[in-house]
């Protein structure tokens, strides 16, 4: 079976600047505006712009002709759904076929972009200043936990990072999010090569891949496309696709 090939892109947030605002659609730079942190806004612009950057090269069109629409499955199965426009970010326009995910920690920004198959991708700063006991039951499963309680202490934050990171790539694949549940993904030990081990959800894929990503120290990352075959992944000169627009 021929690999699926995920390509992603790596920034940072000290990657923004004034002129990547004109890539942002009206309602991307509204949001953006409502984070009180400034590290916080250049990070949502970096991911943003560069999803726009990445999809426009892929599609061969202006980043202008690159449009958005956002789903949320949660809400589709709600009787009453959040009234503004939220949830998983899909191509849409000159696009339309793509699938991307989006995320951000720390110093990192990371896109994924596939051709027709839906992808989730998260990257975590380690952090102890995180209260990760207070989010164990939250996240993990009873056979995880175990799991976690075998971790050297100098390893356990690590540890419970790279089990959030390879959930929430898979919750983002399926377009749940966090509403999805981390605790009803069972995955393998953080340690341990990535698996998918148990999705106790009606919803849960017939199909998935799981991978980790090497996002350097002090950092965990994972990619989940919703796809039987095997899951490869080549990286994106960033640099030279931010750089496509000048000040």
Same mark, same amino acid.
Request: with cysteine; hydrophobic share 40%; proline share 8%.
């Given at each position: 079976?021929?690999?699926?090939?995920?390509r992603?892109?790596w920034?940072?947030?000290?990657d923004a600047?004034?002129?990547?605002?004109? &890539?942002?659609?009206?309602?991307?730079r509204?949001?953006?505006a409502? *984070?009180r942190?400034?590290?916080d806004?250049?990070?949502?612009?970096?991911?943003?712009?560069?999803a726009r &950057?990445?999809?426009?090269?892929e %599609?061969g069109c202006?980043?202008a002709?690159v449009?958005?629409?956002?789903?949320?499955?949660?809400? !589709?199965?709600?009787?009453?759904?959040?009234?503004?426009p939220?949830?998983?970010p899909?191509?849409?326009?000159?696009?339309a076929g793509? !699938?991307?995910?989006?995320?951000?920690?720390?110093?990192r920004v990371?896109?994924?972009? %596939?051709?027709?198959?839906?992808?989730?991708?998260?990257?975590?700063?380690?952090?102890?200043?995180? @209260?990760? $006991?207070?989010?164990?039951?939250?996240?993990? =499963?009873?056979?995880?936990?175990?799991?976690l @309680?075998?971790?050297p202490g100098?390893?356990?934050?690590?540890? *419970?990072? =790279?089990?959030?990171?390879?959930? !929430?790539?898979?919750?983002k %694949?399926t377009?749940?999010?966090?509403?999805?549940g &981390?605790?009803?993904?069972?995955?393998?030990?953080? *340690?341990?090569p990535?698996?998918?081990?148990?999705w $106790?959800?009606p919803?849960a894929?017939g199909?998935?891949r799981?991978?980790?990503?090497?996002?350097g120290?002090?950092?965990?990352?994972a990619?989940?496309?919703l #796809?039987?075959a095997?899951?490869? #992944?080549d #990286?994106?000169? #960033?640099?030279?696709l &931010?750089?496509?627009?000048?000040?």
């Amino acid at each position: 079976m021929t690999a699926l090939t995920c390509r992603l892109w790596w920034a940072s947030p000290d990657d923004a600047s004034p002129a990547l605002l004109d &890539l942002l659609a009206p309602g991307e730079r509204e949001r953006r505006a409502r *984070f009180r942190a400034r590290a916080d806004r250049d990070r949502y612009l970096v991911a943003h712009a560069l999803a726009r &950057l990445a999809l426009a090269r892929e %599609a061969g069109c202006d980043p202008a002709e690159v449009a958005f629409t956002l789903h949320c499955r949660a809400c !589709e199965r709600r009787r009453d759904p959040r009234p503004e426009p939220h949830g998983k970010p899909r191509p849409a326009g000159a696009a339309a076929g793509l !699938e991307i995910s989006i995320s951000h920690s720390g110093e990192r920004v990371l896109l994924a972009l %596939a051709h027709g198959t839906a992808v989730g991708a998260d990257v975590e700063q380690v952090s102890a200043d995180r @209260d990760t $006991d207070g989010l164990v039951d939250y996240c993990l =499963g009873p056979a995880e936990r175990d799991a976690l @309680d075998r971790v050297p202490g100098d390893r356990r934050t690590e540890g *419970f990072f =790279g089990y959030w990171a390879r959930k !929430e790539a898979l919750l983002k %694949a399926t377009g749940e999010g966090l509403s999805g549940g &981390l605790a009803a993904v069972g995955v393998s030990g953080p *340690f341990e090569p990535a698996e998918v081990l148990a999705w $106790d959800s009606p919803d849960a894929p017939g199909h998935v891949r799981l991978t980790d990503l090497d996002a350097g120290p002090g950092y965990r990352a994972a990619l989940a496309a919703l #796809t039987p075959a095997p899951l490869a #992944t080549d #990286t994106g000169d #960033t640099a030279d696709l &931010l750089g496509a627009v000048r000040p």
